[in-house]
């Protein structure tokens, strides 16, 4: 079986042969499986965004190919534009996409986009908007008198509608309050089992990335520095701190009493962490 | 420095408050930290401060002058300096100094005194060297440091922050909040920094929750984060220092707030 | 995306960059009005050297002039051709219904040259005068409009705001662009009306978040002091130096020279 998503040593180059030319991304490989959530994680720098751009179609490798079950997007016009079906892009801040007179209108753009009966179109309208917990009454609301966290469900919506396979989200949860942040990862946890949807979110809380993802991918200057389940990255703190980027603080404290000579299990999770303590408790 | 006196505030009248009877007054000298969620308040309580918005009941005061009083508006926002959320849209200029330069040519200063004023306050916020570069190249950090550079050429008293980290990467976050920690520690200067980040609120002095348009808790972080139930309850989150030590036994002393007081505490459950 | 030199300044630290705006706006005004005086080939002569030494001194680089005349090559060659063939006077030659004569091939000749000369010296105005100080020069030059109530300071801060949110506005055309590509928007294909339709989708956001920057701008300038123009001064003052002397000086001598050539010995 091929997977859903393959990124085969993809290089990107802005303003070639210019004073400009800038080197955001080189040589990135990564494949994503069915139904599967990953964090991508990294420190500032146009990397991530515009890896996301790549999986879709929207920029053009330099060098190197995207690949969606096996076949490249790139091969012909017609993959191209299934691409942009499949894979499903959500921006960061995008309530600045939101143009349409009403709320259901501006979440069915996508789907009228690809070419859907009405009937199927309001369906998926429907389901997606309900699944951001957008009420009855908002539908009929003009984007731009909503609050700005629900300005943002409604485009999430608007991605959701489209049904991708691959659910691509940037930073869904910047500038939102602590509240709103787990809003939106709770709904998009609940559309991914309810469509068994794969999802990659770029993020740079590794919090937020050791609390949600089963995969984590760790861009550094450009390149991948490392890949694997939550468990394998946060092993290697020492090397991500070293590379500049944050561990979560509970890896921070675990490492803290481990160089006091307690001997603990590694856990990235307030949760785990308390638990994994406890255990070394009752084994003393 | 500022003081609210019993302060409400609705955006129309007859419309719902936003703030409802506020008593707040920030010294001298201190840092405060606002926080809450999107919609408690906090940015209106922030636009009361220098007088972009008036009470609809009670006073501010600022330096002892009414927002009211608009003959004294303009001493009012030159005392208390206001950083916004998007430096995109409060820089005017598209050179760096220049724009720093923009409130002392309001104030009608002189050329060398306005040189002396944009190269301090660039030094402050340590971007002296991109002076003469373009706002639109610089990142995320660098752009909030030059508006808060703008403000620091007024030479106010205060500093008011509303929500400067809130679209800044952790390397943005950390460089504007280590600015205004030094401005605060090393000159001095009063400032209220509103923000949802409690890691942030974690290294003021002081912290004040909003919650539905009232002040809900005020103290030391630690006295305000060791109060887990209580956040909880207002849908906010506490540091994961202490959310662990919660987790681990509810009795504990829940004021770690750094990771060195988080495992001193562990290895002292463990230990003892 | 983000690297758009705007208008085409380009930093340097030549004589001509290091002129007051006023001085180089004053030259090319007095440029303008002695070249279009110029009648003979010498007086032409004076002005082709007169560009050919400010663009020395300017040292931008010949093959960036070059550039800025190529977006021109267009009109010269049009307007060339026009007076080539429609000026009635003495025949050179015929072909078919067009008659080339003596006066049409001076006028064409000439025509050319102006056009040359001007858009090569208003390049070499914006190559070394940065927008910014650009705008404060027209601001002063133009402050005596002030007491017939013009709002030159409102033109000349307009004129800054927009001149600090072209490139905002443009990466942000680039994203909304991106974002409802995402959403299978089709900007490529159709008529002419499609695609203006297929538009609004970009349009609507940017307008909306024009509006939000505008706000909060304003409010933002509010809180720093900004009361209109008035007692306001300057972080660079605007100072003549002895580089405008020169620059005046030159300027002054080749123009009248031009003139005199061209108006008192008809060369």
Redesign the interface.
Known sequence: MTDLLTVENLTHI??PGTP?EKKALSDVSFSIGESEMTAVIG??GRGKSTLI?HL?G?LKPTSGRVLIHGEDIRSDKRLLRAA??AV????QY?E????EETVLKDIS??PK??GLSNEETERRALEAAQIVGLSEDDLSKSP?EL???QKRRVAIA??LA?EPQLLVLDEPT???????REQIIGYIKNYREKHRTSVIFVT??M?DAAENAQRLIVLHRGSILMQGTPFEVFERAEELKSA?L?V???C??IS??RS?G?NLKTAFT??A??SV??G??AR? | MIEFKNVSFAYEEGAKNVLSDIDLEIKKGECVAVLGHNGCGKSTLAKLMNGILIPTAGDVFVNGLSTRDEERLFDIRRAAGMVFQNSDNQIVSSIVEEDVAFACENLGMESAEIRKRVDEALSAVDMLEYRTHAPHLLSGGQKQRVAIAGVLAMEPQALILDEPTAMLDPRGRREVLDTVLGLNREKGMTVVLITHHMDEAALCSRVVVMHEGRIALTGTPKEVFSQVEKMRELSLDVPQTVKLLYELDSSLDLTALSVKECADQIEKYLRG | MTNITLGQYLPGTSPLHRMDPRTKLCSLFIFIIALFMAKGPASYGLCVLFTAFAAILSQVKLKLILRSLRAIIFIVLFTAALNLLYTPGEEIFKVWIFTVTREGARIACAMAVRIILLVAQSSLLTFTTSPMSLTDGLETLLSPLKKIKVPVHEFAMMMTIALRFIPTLSDETNKITSAQKARGADLESGGLIKRAKALIPILVPLFVSSFRRADELATAMECRLYRGGEGRTRLHELKYGKVDAAGYAITVIVSAGVIVLARVFGL
């Open positions: 802005y303003s400009f420190q500032t751009q879709n929207i942009r079906f499903g892009l959500v921006f995008p600045y996409q939101l143009f753009f996508g986009n690809m731009f609050s700005g966290g608007g991605i489209m910047a500038g939102l309050d602590p509240r709103g740079h809380s919090e500049g944050g979560p603080k509970v921070e404290v803290e009493l006091r307690i307030p949760e962490a308390a303590i406890k070394a408790r003393d």
